[in-house]
Nanobody, 123 residues
Framework: QVQLVESGGGLVQPGHSLRLSCAASGFTFSSAVMSWYRQAAGKERELVAT????????NYPDSVKGRFTISRDNAKDTVYLEMNSLKPEDTAVYFC????????????????WGQGTQVTVSS
């Protein structure tokens, strides 16, 4: 079955960096489109990075653009979220999300979530 396992969260000081990892299994990772979301206490879950489904490149909301980068290693079936210049408002549980996968020209939805990893930005 589809499984996503995040790691790399923790406590970090403002201005510092952190890299989250998400190990995927149960589907063809190299054909999949992956995203990262976060959910702060008392707030709705929000998208922070998603791979592009066309050649326009990955997408980020303005709140993290220029600071967060999504990348992948197909040999390890792992997607990463590099977070730089972290701010206290980045504190949240971060979730890996498998949007879907391509088979030829067709896109199939996976809609699978990881369990989340806590990121706390505080001095």
């Amino acid at each position: 079955q589809v499984q996503l396992v995040e790691s790399g969260g923790g406590l970090v000081q403002p201005g510092h960096s952190l890299r989250l990892s998400c190990a995927a299994s149960g589907f063809t990772f190299s054909s999949a489109v992956m995203s990262w979301y976060r959910q702060a206490a008392g707030k709705e879950r929000e998208l922070v990075a998603t791979e592009a489904r066309v050649a326009s490149g990955p997408n980020y909301p303005d709140s993290v653009k220029g600071r967060f980068t999504i990348s992948r290693d197909n040999a390890k079936d792992t997607v990463y979220l590099e977070m730089n210049s972290l701010k206290p408002e980045d504190t949240a549980v971060y979730f890996c999300y498998a949007v879907g996968y391509y088979t030829g020209p067709y896109f199939y939805t996976l809609n699978a979530w990881g369990q989340g990893t806590q990121v706390t930005v505080s001095s």
